[in-house]
């Protein structure tokens, strides 16, 4: 049987690294680097940083391209189940071939793989098509833990929920009956499209790294400033990763 070890990285800080990961991290015969997308340059700074900073030993990598998605249109489910089929094939192709049968693989993932992140779906995929693997999931520091603690602030009020959700839902406006709203994976800038009264904002990029921003306000009196520093910020580096807490205030 292959084993494969699925490690939460964290969002940009090596130091967000758990022991457990770093731990799994050295057992593995072989690392694999998923390379994808908005994440693609600061992944590979990160991975590069961790496996110099805590492989022990000599170790594989094994550098995965991952296809890119499609655009949604109006079948979002259709065009990223096709997506994921794509993806479960370029990761079978790398497992059947630099994996050997008894060999431990690990699959760097950024922030926590329960997040916003489809290693896992992909993952059982593959196994339901067939393909014998077993494996353990380490979890790794989101960019919503990063960004509460960045900022100091607890996500939900007393006694009270939290929504995790994305920028292109938050464009039909702020959810009824919800005090605390995180927006992650947020192209379009949505919080400077919704009505901004009686909300507040605590927004962050690049979160964990040299480069992190951090701006909070009431949104009527901040989102211009973000909507600039952001822009401004994307330019300069040629990609952005942000997310953001909106809340009653
Ligand atoms: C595909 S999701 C991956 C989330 C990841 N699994 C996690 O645990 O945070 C990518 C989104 O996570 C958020 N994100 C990830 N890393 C970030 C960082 N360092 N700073 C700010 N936002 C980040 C952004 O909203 C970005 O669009």
Known sequence: MRTLLIIGIGVGDPEQMTVQAI???NRADVVFMPD???EK???RHLREAICARFIEGPYRSVTIETPQRA???DDYRGVVDDWHGRIADA???RFAEDLAEGETGALLVWGDPALYDSTLRIVERIRQGGFALDWTVIPGISSVQALAARHKIALNAIGEPVLITTGRKLAAGFPDGQGSVVVMLDGEQ???KIAPEGLEIYWGAYLGSPDELLIAGRLSEVADEIVRVRAAARARHGWI???YLLRRG
């Open 36 to 38: 994808k997308g908005q």
């Open 91 to 93: 990761y079978q192709r």
């Open 41 to 43: 340059a600061a992944l």
């Open 190 to 192: 949505a919080f400077a």
């Open 23 to 25: 731990a799994a991290l």
């Open 241 to 243: 990763m942000d997310i």
């Open 71 to 73: 655009e949604a249109g």
